[in-house]
């Protein structure tokens, strides 16, 4: 797909994941409140295992994890996502987020997957992106609104109640101006 494996926004610096990055994945992964909206907490074993699919989703398809750390003191606050996924039969390219709970609410989920999704338009030539969550996610929600995807409706996800939001290239480069 050809995504950079790295890159910067005002407030971040953004980079695929190096095995020193394992030991803020399995803290991030051990806390309920960042979890509860990515299928619940993951042991170190399954955190490693997630860490090797997206070191080879990177590998095969050009696309992946990035770490997110804040410019100021380098230290991680999360990560962003680009990858395939399938909510429910529909199957796309999905972007995704989580940070730390410590730094919710700065906006910075947004500033990071604004970036993403011009990564996925502009270098890597996607025609649309899809972005799913728990229905009563109302901060995921809240990122994909502000990044302008389009509410399509409501599908089931890991036996879940899921919403499916879209953005396709043409919305997206009007929103440009
Ligand atoms: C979803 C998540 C990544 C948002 O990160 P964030 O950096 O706090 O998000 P932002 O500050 O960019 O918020 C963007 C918008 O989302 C909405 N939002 C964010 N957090 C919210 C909350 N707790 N309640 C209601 N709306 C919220 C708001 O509209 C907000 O814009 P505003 O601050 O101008 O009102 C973060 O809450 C998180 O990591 N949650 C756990 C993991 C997760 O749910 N990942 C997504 C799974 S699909």
Not at 30 to 37: G, I, M
Not at 67 to 79: A, E, H, K, S, T
Request: charge should be negative.
């Amino acid at each position: 797909m050809n995504a950079p494996e790295s890159f910067s926004t005002a407030r971040l610096a953004a980079a695929r994941p190096v095995s020193a990055d394992e030991d803020f994945l399995i803290e991030a992964w051990a806390d309920a409140r960042v979890t509860k909206w990515l299928g619940g907490m993951r042991d170190r074993a399954a955190v490693l295992a997630l860490f090797a699919h997206w070191d080879d989703l990177w590998d095969s398809q050009g696309l992946g994890c990035w770490i997110l750390r804040d410019r100021n003191d380098g230290i991680p606050v999360g990560w962003v996502l680009l990858h395939p996924m399938d909510f429910g039969g529909h199957t796309g390219i999905e972007v995704g987020w989580a940070i730390i709970a410590d730094r919710w609410r700065e906006g910075l989920a947004t500033e990071a997957a604004h970036r993403v999704v011009e990564i996925a338009f502009a270098d890597c030539g996607l025609d649309e992106l899809l972005s799913g969550t728990m229905t009563e996610n109302v901060a995921s929600r809240g990122v994909m609104e502000k990044i302008g995807f389009v509410y399509e409706g409501d599908v089931v996800h890991a036996d879940l109640p899921h919403v499916l939001y879209r953005l396709d290239r043409e919305t997206w480069e009007k929103s440009r101006g």
